[in-house]
């Protein structure tokens, strides 16, 4: 028996989120929180760019790090919406 998806880490949280709706969950209330998840990925990465360039102590490799790490956080959610939308695509090629 296939065991179904049980959740994909993302960048930066410490726990994981699941990407199967169960009877309490939506598939729109996870997307949602994956947008938010990568949204708050990349506004922390700006807000340190923006700390090391006013000079606020932000260390270099922090800054690098901030940056890869929503570089990251968005290639892993594009992948998913592509993944998301070749499987719709084939859904609806099908014949009945």
Do not use: W
Request: without cysteine; charged residues 20%; proline residues 4%.
């Amino acid at each position: 028996m296939i065991k179904p998806i049980a959740g994909i880490p993302m960048p930066g949280a410490g726990s994981t989120t699941s990407l199967v709706a169960g009877p309490s969950g939506k598939f729109q209330e996870v997307l949602e929180d994956a947008v938010f998840r990568v949204d708050q990925q990349n506004k922390d990465a700006m807000g340190s760019v923006d700390r090391f360039l006013n000079g606020e102590g932000e260390e270099l490799h922090q800054v690098v790090l901030a940056t890869q790490r929503a570089d990251l956080s968005f290639e892993m959610f594009l992948q998913m919406r592509n993944k998301v939308v070749n499987a719709y695509q084939e859904i609806m090629r099908m014949q009945m």
